[in-house]
């Protein structure tokens, strides 16, 4: 202890001799210590939130999958948008009796990843048939209001074409289209269909609609799943508008984002993105070359706008613009186009002008919340299956309504999901069992029993080839039939086949067990089932923790590599200028022992005040950040800040490592000059003084 003491003191003298030299060493190790501090605490703070962000709204914890699936299954990312072959899981009422009884397991939820087309009708589309519904009625004024929509459809369709014909070269199809919109934009048409609706009608349904292009084609990712269980176990969900279908009901919800981005009318929705951008982001029209281009798109789509009004609200909103806009020449869409020529000093009240006096006399959305549409996609078996989907309502996560990924799946109900694939239910299981008894099928290749569910394998009979009708009558388990209805027993979720399965843990910090627990589980049980980590799905989403560690970690590496050098080479140098209070200490009977000692203990008291001095200001400025946040409003940093705002804890733990670091950096670097110093004879270090 006597020894420890005079060390100590001799330590604090010469660290007070050489201050140069302790200001730069330490200053390297004080930055490296705030560095690593600040750096994991952020790092663990994304990752903790970006794992609530995915496993409380999409994933869960868990995925199970079939452990004969070529492709791994990724919600994210590239990979997320191609045909993912991840095989099936045949019975998922035994998949969940048997990782229900796992410890530490919440709630197992049906699921399917896949994608569809929704077929809409297009905007003249829906002004034709309210026509016929108008005639159909008998209201003059009512048949008035939209004869005067669909010319104005009509007309815009006009000009639309009238511009490509100038543009191609002999197209018979364009020169077609123009003569039908010749006829239907001329007086005597409309003074011809009053009088007999029923030609005009038909020409308008079969000769007009089919020209209109109002970029309907759109592909909606959707999770098939018990929508009752999914809400129920994942915490980030919540509705925006409309209900929760019954149980038994079949029907789909939405992500509100996604309902703004494909069903939204388009004006609108470039107004909305424009405010928001403005006063959530902070962002400037003038500034800003995105905001610029939408604006210059916004000019384009007047037609959006006005092809909807009726007569009178036409009139309206004319006599309005032309109050504000006396000097633009031109109809409707020329002062619509000049209302819609935004700027930083304009936008909010012209924002406000158009959510009061324009938004109550358009459809807002191409399918209101209650309406019905068709979702089409295709089948394993790979021919296109189509069913009609009412919207039930939209739904969001909590905290994360602006991010894109979050809002990337909506969500349908696992009976009309199981018609889209062509996946089997226990009364479709039932059907196929009795025609197999029929044709007395005794042989399926064992390789092809995933196939065979989807009506793809051949079936060998007893004494010969392959059943070509029963191939037929098999592929028509999966085909739209007459019996189809809104609603289905709700014990058929149980039942079936499903892709995969999300699990709820109560603890996420018990993961890897689980998944350990789960795997021999089905193992034991003869279930072909493998658990995935929420990590393990999420594709380049899950892998940027990894590289955002990884650079981290680099960066860190690379300072304290540079520290290493600078401790070493400034060691060195103030070994030689210490020579003779080496040789002097040595020749009063202090051993090598001593002085290598005396230096490595310079060193780490250095270490310590500095690293103690990185970790406090690392300490304080996270302190303030869990206070205040990291507040933003980019849809991806949402999504990893779990919300608008990241609120970084300190973590012990990073502190700890970040002196045992700084402890192990002090004595690599300073072994070899305190080793260079101890070995210094008395008599030569002696001369050295002289």
Do not use: C
């Not at 030609?199 to 098939?224: C, N, R, T, V, W």
């Not at 209070?581 to 780490?604: H, P, Q």
């Amino acid at each position: 202890m006597e020894s420890l003491r005079i060390l100590l003191l001799m330590a604090f003298r010469s660290l007070g001799g050489h201050k140069i030299k302790g200001l730069i060493v330490g200053s390297l190790l004080a930055f490296g210590t705030f560095l690593f501090v600040l750096g994991t605490t952020l790092l663990e703070s994304v990752e903790r939130a970006m794992e609530a962000s995915i496993t409380r709204s999409i994933t869960g914890h868990i995925q199970l999958v079939s452990a004969r699936a070529v492709d791994r299954l990724t919600f994210f990312g590239p990979e997320a948008s191609s045909d993912q072959d991840i095989g099936v899981l045949p019975d998922f009422s035994r998949v969940r009796e048997v990782a229900s009884k796992i410890p530490g397991v919440a709630a197992v939820i049906p699921m399917g990843r896949y994608y569809g087309q929704p077929i809409l009708n297009t905007e003249l589309d829906e002004a034709i048939e309210a026509l016929e519904e108008a005639f159909a009625e008998g209201d003059p004024a009512v048949i008035e209001d939209r004869i005067g929509k669909v010319r104005r459809m009509a007309a815009r369709l006009k000009e639309d074409y009238l511009r490509a014909a100038a543009l191609a070269a002999d197209d018979e199809e364009h020169e077609k289209a123009i003569a039908a919109l010749d006829r239907v934009t001329s007086e005597e048409f409309w003074t011809s269909l009053r009088h007999a609706p029923e030609e005009g009608l038909q020409f308008l349904a079969f000769e007009i609609a089919k020209l209109s292009d109002d970029e309907s084609m759109l592909y909606l990712p959707f999770i098939g799943t018990d929508l009752h269980r999914y809400a129920e176990s994942f915490v980030h969900f919540e509705m925006v508008e409309g209900e929760m279908p019954p149980p038994g009901t079949r029907g789909i919800l939405i992500s509100q984002a996604a309902y703004d981005q494909f069903f939204k009318n388009r004006p609108a929705r470039v107004l909305d993105l424009l405010h928001e951008a403005k006063t959530l982001d902070g962002r400037r029209i003038a500034d800003d070359a995105a905001l610029q281009d939408l604006v210059s798109r916004l000019k384009e789509m007047t037609a959006q706008v006005t092809m909807h009004l009726s007569p009178r609200a036409a009139t309206e909103l004319d006599a309005k613009l032309r109050e504000r806009f006396p000097k633009v020449e031109g109809d409707l869409d020329a002062r619509l186009a000049a209302f819609f020529e935004v700027d930083d000093e304009n936008f909010a009240e012209r924002y406000e002008f158009f959510q009061k006096e324009v938004v109550p006399h358009i459809p807002l959305y191409r399918v209101p919340v209650g309406g019905t549409f068709t979702l089409r996609s295709m089948t394993k078996s790979g021919y296109p299956k189509a069913v009609n989907v009412r919207l039930w309502g939209t739904f969001r996560f909590k905290s994360l309504e602006r991010s894109e990924l979050a809002s990337a799946y909506s969500l349908i109900d696992l009976a009309s999901f199981r018609d889209l694939l062509g996946l089997m239910t226990a009364e479709k299981r039932r059907e196929l069992d009795s025609i197999r008894e029929e044709v007395e099928v005794s042989e399926i290749d064992p390789n092809d029993v995933e196939a065979f569910l989807f009506g793809e394998a051949p079936v060998i009979e007893e004494g010969g080839e392959a059943d070509l009708d029963l191939d037929a009558r098999l592929a028509a388990l999966d085909r739209p039939t007459d019996e189809d209805s809104d609603t289905f027993d709700p014990a058929e979720i149980e039942k079936g086949t499903i892709l995969h399965a999300a699990v709820v843990l109560h603890d996420p910090g018990k993961l890897r067990e689980v998944m350990a627990r789960l795997q021999e589980a089905f193992d034991r049980e003869g279930l072909e089932v493998k658990p995935l980590a929420w990590s393990e799905v999420t594709g380049i989403i899950g892998q940027l923790v990894v590289v955002l560690r990884a650079v981290l970690y680099v960066l860190i590496g690379i300072i304290f590599v540079v520290a290493l050098v600078i401790i070493n080479n400034s060691m060195v140098m103030a070994t030689m200028d210490r020579i003779g209070e080496i040789g002097t200490m040595r020749a009063i009977g202090a051993r090598r022992g001593f002085v290598l000692a005396l230096f490595l203990l310079e060193t780490l008291v250095l270490g310590f005040f500095a690293s103690a001095l990185g970790a406090l200001a690392a300490s304080a400025l996270l302190a303030l950040l869990g206070q205040t946040g990291i507040h933003t409003h980019q849809p991806f940093l949402i999504f990893l800040f779990g919300g608008t705002a990241l609120y970084p804890a300190i973590d012990l733990a990073n502190v700890v490592w970040s002196f045992a670091v700084i402890v192990v950096i002090s004595v690599i670097s300073t072994f070899y000059p305190a080793r260079l110093a101890a070995r210094v004879p008395p008599v030569v270090a002696m001369q050295g003084k002289e």
